[in-house]
């Protein structure tokens, strides 16, 4: 296993369009974290999955975005009908309950 | 209202002499800190933590040092390598949060020859 992997890496998708981003977290993790970050800013939170459940999502993630990690493995975040606000780059990380977070590369989302 | 501050948009330190990065943070209930290094076209890799009942804890070259009374918390690089350019991030875990890190903006520490 060599540590979270993203896909893709960079999107460019037209603005009102969707996109789906897929995160595959080490694989004895339990949990898996999606992040924001935007130029010149720390990671910002947005939802945490244990196993497959969901179990916390922040205030940022609009009714826009869906994540799911159907069976407690891999998960996939969406994102309906993008907006530019929504150009940034989606983290993700995982963690074998409270231990340091390894995170993947990223996936960079410019919407155009 | 950014809860873990880092005043320092970017740093510079000569090769071989001491690397200071600082974090401020104002909510006295964060129990656990964390340092990652961020290097382009990465993602963030965890250096070291530190527990709220912890002064210090250190990893080789690398030293985190709390002041729970001043908020405040640092990482001593020593000595700095070229290798150690990257931005720094300063991250806290609130009591319970299932590790919902509350990350400061980072610093990027330039280590000239």
């Known amino acids: 296993d060599t540590g979270v992997s993203q896909n893709p890496r960079h999107k460019i998708t037209k603005r009102g369009q969707n996109v789906t981003f897929r995160c595959d977290p080490i694989s004895e993790h339990n949990r898996l974290y999606w992040y924001r970050q935007t130029l010149g800013q720390g990671p910002e939170f947005l939802t945490y999955f244990q196993n497959e459940a969901q179990l916390e999502k922040s205030r940022l993630l609009s009714d826009r975005f869906s994540a799911e990690r159907p069976k407690g493995s891999f998960s996939t975040l969406e994102i309906q009908r993008t907006e530019q606000g929504d150009s940034a780059m989606y983290l993700c990380?995982?963690?074998?309950?409270?231990?340091?977070?390894?995170f993947g590369q990223g996936t960079r989302l410019t919407v155009v | 209202d950014q809860q873990v501050k880092q005043n320092s948009p970017s740093l510079s330190v000569q090769e071989g002499r001491i690397s200071i990065l600082n974090c401020d943070y104002t909510n006295s209930m964060f129990d656990y800190f964390l340092w990652y290094k961020k290097y382009p076209a990465e993602g963030p890799t965890f250096l070291i933590s530190?527990?709220?009942i912890k002064d210090k804890n250190e990893d080789g070259r690398f030293t985190v040092f709390l002041n729970k009374s001043a908020k405040h918390l640092s990482l001593h690089i020593v000595p700095s390598q070229p290798g150690d350019s990257a931005v720094y991030f300063c991250?806290?875990?609130?009591?319970?949060?299932?590790?919902?890190?509350?990350w400061g903006a980072g610093t990027k520490l330039i280590i000239k020859p």
């Open positions: 990380a995982s963690t074998l309950g409270n231990t340091e977070a390894f």
């Open positions: 991250a806290a875990s609130p009591p319970r949060s299932n590790y919902q890190l509350i």
């Open positions: 530190i527990s709220s």
